[in-house]
């Protein structure tokens, strides 16, 4: 009881907070409440982007549920439609009748000051006239927050229901002195039994699965009008029971059963009380709860639907927001670190968008903090070690084709094998496919079309791969993926450290005595360097099959041998990335090679010493600020491989001698000692 009365006060008190009033004209962008989703709160501030038009998509479809990850922006979304489409009320409690200009379709002079309207005015959907004239301010609102629901068992979580159900009758408090309690058909006191807190914590459970829809009824009898309903975090109480280790299947066939019937019976089809709806989930486990409901669009996150650019920032808007940031140098580092889910849209563009909380992290501290699903579960982090699962995800970070088919509408049967994998590391191979969708829900993946309606899933960016390196690096993963001997990670590692301080006894020898020997010695290094790269990646278990696959390969075992040694990495469009490696007070650029032909060839960039990070005359510095502190000097290389396997390394020394390294000279001097022995 008192933890109820606790969480009651919390809301209103949450209610009552002003925003901070902030200037538009701003150009620095200040400290963020990174805790509020309210749109008075950011709609006027200097980092806001405007997604208005998202309003009046959602007029062409009657019921929808949108899926996005975390931190999309779903709930500022959610709490931006509420504010356009409600009906707002003064100091009194009276509806505030704003007067329109038939003709200008305008509002008249000298009317009631409406808040609301303030804040769209200058948004992109202002300029919609029609639709401004039509919906603006014209709906009541129902608003339920499924976000608080959880519990170890049917009668725990029903008790947050009934929770969620009396904040969601508090908010309409003025109905107690509405003239409907006049009409036979609607009892007062059916009302209190919701609105009342004592009454509504004795509420059955048949009253339970009805509540939302006589709250309806009797809004719509009230204002004359359609009632418009928003659910918060829709999918929670099903993300719960995934989680949960001491529901029984049957617990959770139950609540899901309430809440389907709840929401089938507030969205039925001929219905004479809800306009319309906007839901937000973060998995496809929130469709679940509207099976029954068959009027329900389900919009999952980075698929073909209308609503998918309105969640997430895209590359023109990252952009835009440095600029008023005052932060365009950095425009390289936060497109490669947090950019990169991809999706194609109906006309055919390729929409890239990125995690608007990481952008906003980054623009108040220019720093990049460990994107947000590195806080994820631990119970994830087991389920990710285990062989089945962590071999397909060490494919997909080799750059490897891991197809999955896509379950647009998952059943009660696939929480309980989630529930076995997390809770128990219970995994069959066929389960592998449904935990790889709901790591590609959290945004760990994005997807592109695969063969026979099958999705191939990526990694995003930088900041994902990061994180996945932190999970894989926990257990032996060089040794369980490749399969590779000491005997040749030691000599892999020996070679590069070789070449690093070679490099370096050459960076301090004067300039006027003769570089020849030195020379020689660093060739034959970077030879044995190209030889134990061929040997570590053409004999392991997993053989890499293009340079893409390569390139991941390479980064993934400096990481993780080279514990001493700094490895940094910048991924940029036409190349899969550079590598840098800083030992001690030197340091090794390698580009790897794309497989894609309009990559730049790497002995070309070295020749003009143009690396593909640094395309955009961006200094070293400022690709690889982590590494350039203390660093002496580098050497630019560029690493090839070949489709016979063959490995060749060009690279360039500080007077300007560009060499090239194969092991196709070795294989062509044994030839011709072979040709000369017969």
């Not at 809440?259 to 001929?270: A, N, T, Y």
């Not at 030889?531 to 390969?553: A, D, M, V």
């Not at 340091?587 to 003009?608: C, G, N, T, W």
Request: glycine fraction near 4%; include cysteine; hydrophobic fraction near 35%.
């Amino acid at each position: 009881m008192e933890l109820r009365s606790t969480k009651r006060r919390k809301m209103s008190e949450d209610e009552s907070n002003e925003p901070t009033p902030t200037s538009s004209d701003t150009k620095k962008i200040v400290k963020i409440d990174e805790t509020s989703s309210t749109f008075e709160y950011h709609y006027n501030r200097p980092d806001y982007i405007d997604k208005t038009l998202l309003i009046k998509e959602l007029f062409e479809v009657r019921h929808v549920l949108i899926m996005a990850p975390s931190r999309f922006g779903k709930s500022l979304n959610m709490d931006m439609v509420k504010r356009f489409v409600e009906i707002e009320r003064d100091e009194k409690g009276n509806p505030i009748e704003l007067k329109i200009d038939e003709a200008a379709r305008r509002l008249k002079k000298k009317q009631p000051q409406s808040k609301n309207h303030k804040l769209f005015k200058g948004k992109k959907i202002f300029r919609e006239k029609e639709i401004m004239y039509e919906h603006f301010g014209k709906y009541p609102t129902i608003e339920i927050d499924f976000g608080e629901v959880q519990g170890s068992n049917f009668e725990e979580i029903l008790d947050d229901i009934r929770e969620s159900i009396y904040e969601a009758f508090q908010k309409h408090a003025y109905l107690l002195e509405s003239d409907i309690w006049n009409r036979k058909d609607l009892k007062k006191s059916t009302f209190m039994k919701y609105f009342d807190p004592d009454q509504s914590e004795l509420l059955s459970l048949k009253q339970i699965k009805s509540g939302l829809r006589f709250l309806s009824r009797i809004l719509h009898a009230h204002y004359g009008r359609r009632v418009f309903v928003f659910i918060e975090e829709f999918d929670v109480p099903v993300n719960k029971m995934v989680y949960e280790d001491d529901m029984s299947p049957e617990d959770r066939k139950q609540m899901i059963n309430l809440l389907q019937v709840m929401i089938r019976k507030l969205f039925k089809g001929s219905d004479d009380f809800v306009e319309r709806s906007l839901s937000n989930a973060c998995q496809q486990l929130g469709g679940i709860l509207s099976g029954s409901a068959n009027n329900v669009r389900l919009c999952p996150f980075l698929q073909d639907h209308e609503f998918v650019e309105f969640y997430g920032f895209n590359k023109d808007e990252v952009k835009d927001l440095l600029e008023r940031a005052g932060l365009s140098d950095h425009l390289n580092e936060v497109t490669a670190m947090y950019n990169g889910y991809k999706t194609t849209l109906k006309n055919g563009d390729v929409l890239e968008i990125s995690s608007p909380w990481a952008i906003v992290q980054f623009i108040r501290s220019t720093k990049f903090d460990k994107y947000w699903s590195a806080g994820i579960p631990k119970k994830i982090l087991a389920v990710i070690e285990n062989s089945k699962i962590r071999s397909k995800i060490a494919d997909i970070m080799m750059g490897k084709c891991v197809e999955i088919k896509y379950c647009k509408k998952l059943e009660i049967q696939d929480i309980d094998k989630l529930n076995a994998m997390i809770c128990r590391i219970e995994i069959d191979e066929q389960d592998v496919n449904l935990f790889l969708q709901f790591m590609l829900e959290m945004a760990f993946f994005y997807p592109s079309p695969g063969k026979d309606k099958t999705l191939q899933l990526n990694l995003p960016n930088e900041s994902v791969r990061t994180v996945i390196n932190d999970i894989l690096y926990k257990t032996d993963f060089i040794k369980k993926y490749f399969d590779h001997g000491p005997v040749d990670i030691k000599n892999f590692t020996d070679s590069a450290e070789s070449v690093a301080t070679s490099c370096k006894k050459r960076l301090e020898e004067t300039e006027d005595i003769d570089h020849t020997k030195s020379n020689a010695s660093i060739k034959k290094k970077v030879y044995e360097l190209a030889n134990n790269i061929k040997t570590l990646f053409n004999s392991g278990k997993h053989p890499l099959e293009n340079e893409r696959q390569f390139q991941s390969g390479l980064y993934i075992y400096l990481k993780q041998v080279f514990h001493h040694a700094a490895i940094e990495r910048y991924t940029c469009h036409n190349t899969v990335c550079d590598i840098v490696i800083t030992i001690g007070d030197y340091m090794l650029i390698i580009e790897v090679k794309h497989f894609r032909k309009s990559s730049p060839d790497a002995y070309d960039q070295v020749l003009d010493n143009e690396y593909c990070t640094l395309s955009e005359k961006a200094s070293v510095e400022k690709v690889f600020p982590t590494n350039t502190l203390n660093v002496e000097g580098h050497i630019p290389m560029g690493l090839h491989r070949d489709k016979d396997g063959e490995i060749s390394i060009t690279y360039s020394l500080k007077d300007g001698v560009v060499v090239n390294v194969s092991t196709k000279d070795q294989i062509k001097k044994n030839q011709k000692k072979k040709t000369n022995k017969q």
